[in-house]
């Protein structure tokens, strides 16, 4: 009965399961540990369950004493099986939702999850789905599912979507003080997905179904994927014109109180989101004869970046008469954003590929959050980043402007330095070095 699933989670006392232990399960699985919740954790990446066994935090986000706390308190533990399912009375699917080489939706991470639920699921669970994915996995797919035992959501089991909004790195806002949206299937999935939503955040907010919240977690995402495009779009026309600085120009339009935000434009995006999601929403809304050709056309020209910051290399290559063969190319910043350690979809990762296939003679890279890269399906050393690696380079790449870099150590010892970020913002010296995305043949001052 919900009634006593609304008592449990009154008495911090139902039981927790977290399937997917990556960027978003596991600060969600120590967040309600924190809250005094007793909480199991699945995932099949056998080495994220040898870590937590050894007491060894793996996202950066999590801090040390949390994560210990909830080891030794024994409120998380975690397996790579799915034995423990039978015993938890709430599950979230945390689990990743990527695209298909031919950018379509794979919510088979999803399904293999609700899958292992099915067999093991006992009356009055609570599921909420927290994978970012299109409107109607829900209640199309994992509802049906689990009706097939012959159940009725709602009545025998409850089931609800809330979409998540970690965002790595992010020194403000963390899973407790993020407002949460939730969309249940039933009135009761509902309350009780609210009820226990609010044990970890601050405010969450009721929308009217699990669509509603998977489009609005789509709509988030493609609303920066779309304003990068667009000021992507306007730092390459900046480019052709040459005389004016597309920094400068959003510098001076931020000052505007109202009606405008800033974006900024860059070597391309990467990570689980931004770059995928407005795939899921492009391939559900074909099945209405709908084609999303905004969303579509922001996705193309997003991912036009990389081979367009190759074209820089191999123009400022060319213009100090330096062979492909014979060029050295370092790239600094291999994860796909400032200051975290996730390398997924990174742009870095096509630049470099799209550079070697240019035949470059020498690439080189670094990024200190790395260790190893993975390009052409092979391992990377990262090298160390010394003075000689520096000059050595004929050019220099920034693709992510972390903040431990040293950019006036970086700029005394590079010939030439490209800076997709304006990473050179605030560096007064050797500036005539630097050819800024966004600003290309622009007198830097
Ligand atoms: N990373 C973010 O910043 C972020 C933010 C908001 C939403 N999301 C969404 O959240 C979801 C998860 O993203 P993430 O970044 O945490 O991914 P992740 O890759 O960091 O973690 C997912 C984990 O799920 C595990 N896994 C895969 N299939 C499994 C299965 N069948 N059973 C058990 N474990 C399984 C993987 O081994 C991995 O450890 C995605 O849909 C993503 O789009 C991510």
């Not at 609010?198 to 179904?209: A, D, L, N, R």
Request: hydrophobic share 40%; glycine share 6%.
């Amino acid at each position: 009965m919900s009634e006593v699933l609304r008592e449990k989670i009154k008495q911090k006392k139902a039981k927790i399961g977290i399937i997917g232990l990556g960027y978003v399960g596991l600060p969600l699985a120590i967040e309600f540990a924190r809250k005094g919740y007793n909480v199991h954790g699945i995932d099949i990446d056998l080495n994220k369950i040898k870590l937590i066994q050894q007491k060894k935090n793996y996202i950066k986000d999590v801090l040390n004493k949390d994560f210990l706390y909830a080891i030794n308190n024994k409120l998380f533990t975690a397996s790579n099986t799915y034995d423990k399912i039978s015993n938890q009375e709430i599950i979230f699917i945390c689990v990743p939702t990527p695209v298909t080489e031919n950018k379509t939706p794979d919510i088979s991470h999803i399904m293999n999850s609700a899958g292992e639920i099915f067999k093991r699921m006992k009356r009055h669970l609570l599921v909420v789905l927290k994978s970012t994915t299109f409107p109607g996995t829900t209640e199309d797919y994992i509802q049906p599912l689990f009706e097939s035992k012959g159940w009725k959501v709602g009545k025998d089991f409850y089931l609800s979507f809330s979409p998540e909004r970690v965002d790595p790195g992010n020194k403000m806002y963390n899973t407790g003080n993020t407002p949460i949206v939730v969309g249940g299937v039933t009135k009761k999935c509902h309350e009780l997905s609210v009820m226990i939503m609010q044990e970890v955040s601050t405010k969450v907010h009721q929308v009217s179904s699990p669509r509603a919240a998977e489009m609005e977690k789509l709509l988030e995402n493609i609303f920066r994927s779309v304003n990068i495009a667009l000021v992507n779009e306007l730092a390459r026309l900046c480019d052709r014109m040459g005389n004016v600085n597309i920094w400068e120009v959003i510098e001076a339009a931020s000052t505007k109180p109202f009606g405008y935000m800033p974006f900024y434009p860059g070597p391309g995006i990467g990570g689980h989101c931004i770059q995928i999601d407005p795939y899921y929403l492009d391939w559900a809304a074909k099945k209405y004869d709908f084609h999303t050709k905004f969303v579509e056309l922001a996705a193309e020209s997003n991912e036009e970046m990389p081979y367009y910051v190759k074209d820089m290399v191999m123009r400022e290559l060319a213009n100090c008469s330096v062979k492909a063969s014979d060029a050295n190319v370092l790239i600094l910043g291999t994860t796909f954003k400032r200051d975290v350690d996730d390398p997924r979809n990174s742009p870095a990762i096509k630049v470099i590929e799209s550079l070697h296939k240019e035949g470059i003679g020498n690439l080189n890279f670094h990024d200190p959050y790395m260790r190893n890269i993975r390009l052409m399906d092979k391992i990377f050393r990262v090298q160390e980043l010394n003075e000689k690696l520096l000059k050595d380079a004929d050019v220099t790449v920034i693709i992510t402007d972390h903040s431990t870099y040293d950019y006036e150590w970086i700029f005394t010892y590079s010939k030439r330095i490209i800076d997709t970020r304006n990473a050179a913002r605030k560096i007064r010296n050797n500036r005539e070095k630097i050819s800024l995305l966004g600003a290309l043949n622009h007198k830097i001052s």
